[in-house]
């Protein structure tokens, strides 16, 4: 039985690695037209892989630096983890948590107090101290019943960009936004080329608008649209799918939804992906053309220095209190934590509230209760005063909410 080695993956072994995510994500195998796309986007740098005895691949952890918008507007640097696999024919023996280690004691090596992920499957990685921090929806907006109020969204105007324009614009016009909102992602110079030049270049039929109010360019969409007739409809509308929807104000907010909302022959509009308190039906005569057609866990997080990542938030007004967080994988972080409206120390007074470090990234961003997770058995109360405290601390006034994939 062949034994495996897990490392830092070298210059030039990039592609190999990525074949191994492809296969288990049951993806095309990559062309080469595909990987000219995607290579800026898939540098050696930030990645371990598992090799067999022949030094051929058979696992891939990889990871770039970006930054997040944590609550009270800091950004914060977050490892962005941006693919985790195991060759099907390689798994169930411990390559995965071997790779994740790395990963980890790299990221606390280099002091990067956050990483992030989003999750293919809702059960692998709480046992490498990731949670569940950001949250967001499906939305489908039926047309033509939907309406936008009289003189909402019409201070600006929508144009369509070529590929190529949208591929020298967006980044820059992005990268404007404030972000305040918790879980914003700044992205890197290296993210463009594969996750919005691919799509917006490639054969899906990606069209890009950008709005422009009073000040200029202040919000953009990239949208597909879906045929959706058949024999017994052969005139029913298309369905204009959201791939993203950035604005800089409420006003260019509501322009594109509006934009969208008047493109004839279309029968509704769809959009996976958006912040839950996104008020899309606040904007429309008829509110119950919105509806919620899912609800999905969308950004994981792992506090890799904790004292690092509690310090640089902010939090409500409550009095202090004492956490005590459990950590596996990086013990340092093992400890009691004073947290309040003041700031965040180490302490050693008695805990008054326990759990787990994944817990608490669940946590991190503002979303859910500390109470919930009392009643599911995931923290340990020692003082019952502390859980309405908690979550006066950590709760926020908007929905956390990333935007970004990767």
């Not at 790395?102 to 992030?116: I, K, S, W």
């Not at 298309?238 to 006003?251: C, D, F, K, N, Y």
């Not at 792992?302 to 956490?323: C, F, M, Q, S």
């Not at 990086?330 to 700031?343: A, C, I, K, Q, T």
């Amino acid at each position: 039985m062949s034994e495996f080695h897990v490392r830092a993956v070298a210059e030039g072994e990039q592609r190999a690695c990525l074949e191994v995510l492809e296969q288990a994500l049951h993806a095309k195998p990559i062309s080469d037209e595909a990987w000219a796309k995607m290579a800026p986007s898939w540098p050696a740098a930030g990645k371990f892989a598992a090799f067999d005895d022949h030094d051929t691949p058979v696992g891939i952890a990889s990871s770039f630096d970006i930054e997040l918008t944590v609550p009270g507007g800091r950004k914060l640097a977050t490892a962005a983890v941006d693919g985790v696999a195991v060759r099907a024919d390689w798994t169930r023996r411990g390559i995965l948590t071997a790779m994740m280690s790395a990963q980890l004691e790299d990221f606390a090596a280099r002091g990067v107090p956050l990483a992030a992920l989003h999750a293919s499957e809702g059960v692998i990685y709480g046992r490498y101290g990731y949670g569940a921090a950001t949250f967001d929806r499906g939305v489908f907006v039926e047309r033509p019943r939907a309406q936008v109020r009289d003189g909402v969204g019409r201070d600006g105007v929508v144009r369509f960009v070529t590929p190529a324009e949208a591929v020298e614009r967006v980044p820059a016009l992005y990268n404007r936004f404030e972000g305040t909102r918790p879980g914003f992602a700044v992205r890197p110079a290296q993210w463009w080329p594969g996750f919005f030049d691919r799509v917006v270049t490639g054969d899906g039929g990606h069209r890009v608008a950008i709005h422009s109010g009073p000040g200029g360019d202040d919000g953009f969409v990239v949208y597909q649209t879906i045929d959706t007739r058949d024999r017994t409809a052969p005139d029913r509308g298309a369905i204009l799918e959201i791939r993203e929807l950035h604005a800089a104000t409420p006003q260019a907010w509501a322009g594109l939804w509006r934009f969208l909302l008047s493109v004839d022959l279309v029968s509704g509009v769809a959009g996976r992906g958006r912040p839950l308190d996104e008020p899309i039906a606040a904007l429309l005569t008829d509110p119950r053309a919105v509806k919620t057609t899912e609800i999905m866990d969308e950004l994981w997080v792992r506090l890799v220095d904790v004292l690092a990542a509690l310090r640089a938030r902010t939090y409500g007004a409550a009095e202090p209190v004492v956490l005590e967080v459990l950590d596996k994988q990086l013990p340092d972080n093992n400890g009691r934590y004073l947290v309040g409206p003041g700031g965040v120390e180490r302490t050693t007074a008695e805990a008054e509230l326990r759990l787990d470090v994944a817990e608490l990234a669940s946590l991190y961003f503002g979303q859910g209760f500390f109470g919930d997770l009392v009643v599911a058995g995931r923290i340990e109360v020692l003082d019952e005063g502390a859980v309405d405290r908690a979550d006066a601390l950590f709760r926020t006034a908007r929905a956390a909410w990333c935007g970004t994939f990767f």
